[in-house]
């Protein structure tokens, strides 16, 4: 049998960076799992910028569609911020995310109870949190047409606009119904049905597929600025939120911050099944680039190293193997290791980004 394949892009900035931990973690498996994987690595973003000309080649996308799982680090920084706008880094995963057809982007928010004091909300508010926001993410207002700036006059106007199909609505609200089974089996769904009608037809096309489908499974909508209020004030009030591009965007870095850092956060973005039965995904943190501490060896590497146990269990069936990488991951926290990120003012010295690696290293051998 051959090895599952991956295909690892770093991408720019701490991208780089917290994917080295990661491949220590991908060997960890081979060496001790017996789990193998054939890993190539490619560029996107910046640096695929400087090497080609491109923010992402027609090779490097030919071999994400042909891969197993994708995993992406990060993509951007200030180097790339006057690029045409067709040639900036953020172009690259667009395109990936685009051309995968890579619809449900999965953004978990738990809280581990060693960061419970850091958040900057109260313990007993996100003591304990686990929630999935489910973002829908190849169309809406990312990449509605007409888009662009153009003159009207003598002033310039830029457009963007927001555009759901039926099927697009249908797709991704079906995946947060299913995910909600296998978890609390409620659902809340944010938009803004009050100003946009792109909202009203989110609102029935949810309504429909819960009633015919998934009458099972709680459901509930909020306008997605009462939502924003919501999850800072009790999040532990949802299970699953199902919600469009733009508001999934916004709505999970809100949420990275009862995790207690933005560090913290893994992602899944997942297409529909093929005809393995898996479906084409892409694994990735929420966190960008931070090129505030590039080349410092302050990036915290645990929301990389979580979208790959994301990868093991969306993409490899390997629940448990992703449960054990958790739990190490909880058990190095609960040791109190933290990087510069989840440190406040007063706190210990942090561990630098190789050190959590290791740690987490440690705790896998430990798990054997
Ligand atoms: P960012 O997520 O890069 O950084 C926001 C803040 O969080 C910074 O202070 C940063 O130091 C901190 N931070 C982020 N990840 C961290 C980690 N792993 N460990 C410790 N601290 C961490 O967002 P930004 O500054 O708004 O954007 C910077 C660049 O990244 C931009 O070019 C943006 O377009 C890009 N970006 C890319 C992605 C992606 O590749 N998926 C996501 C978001 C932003
Ligand atoms: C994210 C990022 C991206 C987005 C950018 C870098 C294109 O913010 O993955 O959350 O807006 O989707
Ligand atoms: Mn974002």
């Known amino acids: 049998m051959t090895n599952p394949s991956l295909l690892i892009l770093a991408g720019d900035g701490i991208g780089p960076e917290v994917m080295a931990e990661v491949r220590k973690v991908i060997d960890w498996y081979g060496a001790k799992r017996d789990l193998t994987f054939d890993v190539s690595e490619d560029l996107v973003g910046g640096c695929a910028y400087d090497a080609h000309g491109t923010p992402l080649t027609d090779e490097t996308m030919a071999k994400a569609q042909a891969a197993d799982a994708v995993l992406l680090g990060a993509v951007g920084g200030p180097a790339y911020d006057n690029l045409d706008f067709s040639l900036k880094p953020e172009r690259g995963l667009l395109r990936l995310r685009k051309e995968m057809d890579l619809y449900a982007n999965l953004r978990p928010a738990q809280c581990f109870d060693a960061l419970a004091d850091f958040s900057s909300l109260k313990a007993d508010v996100v003591g304990g949190l686990d929630i999935m926001i ?84 709680e459901l509930s909508h909020m306008y997605a600025d009462a939502g924003a209020m919501q999850l800072t004030r009790w999040p532990k009030q949802f299970d699953v939120i199902v919600t469009d591009n733009l508001f999934g965007d916004l709505l999970s870095d809100l949420a990275a911050m009862l995790t207690g850092s933005l560090g913290m956060l893994p992602s899944a973005s997942l297409g529909a099944p093929t005809a393995n039965g898996r479906p084409k995904a892409l694994y990735e943190p929420v966190h960008g680039s931070a090129p505030d501490i590039t080349g410092q060896g302050k990036a915290n590497p645990i929301a990389c190293i979580l979208s790959f146990a994301m990868a093991l269990r969306y993409s490899f069936d ?9 739990q190490a991951v909880e058990a190095v926290l609960a040791d109190g290791l933290r990087t510069a990120d989840l440190i406040g003012e007063e706190g210990r010295a942090p561990v630098s980004t190789s050190e959590m690696g290791a740690a987490i290293i440690a705790k896998l051998d430990a798990s054997l």
């Open 134 to 217: 489910v973002r829908e993410l190849t169309s809406g207002v990312y990449f509605g047409e007409p888009r662009g700036i153009h003159k009207e006059g003598n002033e310039r106007v830029g457009i963007n606009t927001q555009r759901y199909t039926e099927s697009e609505i249908a797709r991704v609200a079906r995946s947060a119904f299913e995910l909600a089974r296998k978890r609390n089996n409620k659902v809340c769904s944010m938009e803004k049905a009050n100003v946009m009608e792109s909202g009203v037809l989110w609102r029935d096309v949810v309504t429909e597929i819960h009633a015919a489908e998934y009458p099972d499974v």
């Open 318 to 326: 390997k629940g448990d193997e992703a449960t054990r990488l958790e």
